[in-house]
């Protein structure tokens, strides 16, 4: 990633264990009352984890708040996409900040993550072509083996 775009760099730097265990503690302190500023704190602290399931907790959350409160929705948006990005999820991240970018086009947040999700996505498509080009080969070679060995017994 360019240093011409720090704004997503936090996407692979987690809280501390004990930081997260503060909002977490937070959002179960308050239960079935939780406020939504408390939910979305939980959310992102999550979405920041490195732990799948964490992340996949957080983007139901953010999920939830986006679809209860229009207010927040604009907020949601960047944090969902984020989650979807480290989630794997590329094509539902750029969606969603595709969307934000709509509303925000100056978003400097969404204008970085849209970069990381294509560099990603640019990054596992020349992989996988190397990864379908090298069982070709290897299934040529094979093949060519193969059909050696039947001319020879002729």
């Known amino acids: 990633m360019g240093s011409n775009l720090p704004y997503a760099a936090d996407a692979e730097s987690p809280l501390k264990p004990a930081e997260l265990q503060v909002l977490r503690a937070q959002f179960e302190k308050e239960g079935e009352y939780v406020s939504i500023q408390t939910k979305f704190n939980f959310a992102w602290g999550l979405i920041k984890s490195s732990a799948r ?59 970085s993550l849209r970069s990381l999700i294509d560099d990603k996505v640019a990054r596992e498509g020349m992989m996988g072509a190397a990864i379908v080009g090298g069982i070709a080969i290897a299934a040529g070679v094979v093949g060519g083996m193969l059909f050696r060995g039947v001319g020879r017994k002729r």
């Open 53 to 111: 399931s964490d992340q996949q907790e957080g983007v139901r959350l953010l999920s939830e708040i986006a679809r209860s409160s229009q207010d927040r929705r604009r907020e949601c948006l960047y944090y969902l996409a984020l989650g979807n990005y480290k989630l794997g999820n590329y094509a539902e991240a750029r969606r969603l900040n595709e969307s934000l970018l709509d509303m925000e086009p100056g978003n400097l947040q969404a204008s």
